[in-house]
């Protein structure tokens, strides 16, 4: 691993893991987050959404000296709080809680609630947290890592082992959803990035619109029957009549640009058009 030289909550820290794929993405990035999607995290790191902080955050930054503290005394030895980038893959990066100088024994401290807390007694880790230590073990290179509870005055702390299959799911994950960075490409929403609507007013706009739909395919089906028997009855000629017209055109057929030798060594990106937004509407029954 490769120690950063930035100090974590300053606005250059801040800035690399806009850029980067840090520990606490990976929930998110592998759909195991329980409060932000791929969507949300993406627009994070784009600058199109701010994530918001809640008590629990706040009770977690405000006792995590306190919690590191109690660890070193525990482990016998200081732990440091270093910002560490994976020396395969750089854009991989974890802000530690606490790591010995060796690099050897690693730290992942929790200030959790009384209720959270007794589920990390019995030996129950959010996924969350699994997902966020297995890739500090990664871009550490450690074999386990000390996941501390901390509640009160002391701590509880559960050993967790390497998992390397996981971890190489994750990397694929992860440079799957860096290169949806790279070309400004949202990832697919999930079902908590739709804002549930129960007022009357949107179900009777959505009755209506599916009523609509159904005539509409209804209507469109009518369509084509007849545009078939006019097809057939002009027999391969130009026809009119009752006012309705039939005309055979020929059009173009499409280049196929990526079948074009030349345009292979070009960035056809730098010549694309800004994106433009529209609604899609499903009818999820």
């Known amino acids: 691993m490769k120690v950063l030289s930035v100090k974590q909550k300053s606005e250059e820290w801040l800035e690399i893991r806009r850029k980067c794929i840090s520990a606490t ?6 759909g195991m987050s329980a409060y932000r999607s ?51 893959y750089e854009w991989a990066i974890a802000s ?15 200030c959790p609630g009384e209720m959270v807390h007794q589920r990390h007694l019995s030996g129950k880790i959010n996924q969350e947290y699994i997902c966020q230590t297995q890739w500090q073990m990664f871009v550490t290179g450690c074999e386990q890592c000390h996941f501390e509870s901390f509640y009160g005055e002391e701590g509880h702390i559960i050993v967790i082992p390497r998992d390397n299959d996981f971890i190489q799911k994750m990397i694929l994950k992860a440079s799957q959803f860096l290169h949806l960075l790279r070309v400004q490409i949202p990832p ?33 089906e009518q369509e084509q029957t007849y545009r078939d028997i006019l097809i057939e009855l002009s027999r391969g000629y130009n026809c009119k009549g009752a006012g309705v017209r039939t005309q055979k055109v020929t059009k173009k057929g499409n280049i196929q640009y990526g079948d074009i030798p030349m345009l292979k060594e070009i960035d056809l990106e ?14 999820e029954e």
């Open 25 to 30: 993405d990976l929930a998110p990035i592998m």
């Open 38 to 88: 791929p969507l949300m995290l993406w627009e994070e790191k784009m600058g199109l959404r701010v994530r918001e902080t809640n008590i629990a955050m706040e009770r977690g930054s405000a006792l995590e000296k306190k919690a590191i503290a109690w660890a070193e005394g525990i482990l016998g030895c200081k732990l440091y709080d270093f910002t560490v980038q994976s020396e395969e």
């Open 96 to 110: 530690l809680d606490g790591i010995s100088e060796d690099g050897k024994i690693l730290v992942e401290a929790k």
């Open 188 to 220: 697919e929403p999930t079902d908590m990035d739709f804002m549930p609507r129960p007022d009357d007013k949107w179900h009777e706009a959505a009755q209506l619109w599916k009523m609509a739909k159904k005539h509409l395919k209804q209507a469109e």
């Open 270 to 283: 730098f010549y694309r058009k800004p994106a433009t937004s529209y609604y899609m509407i499903k009818d």
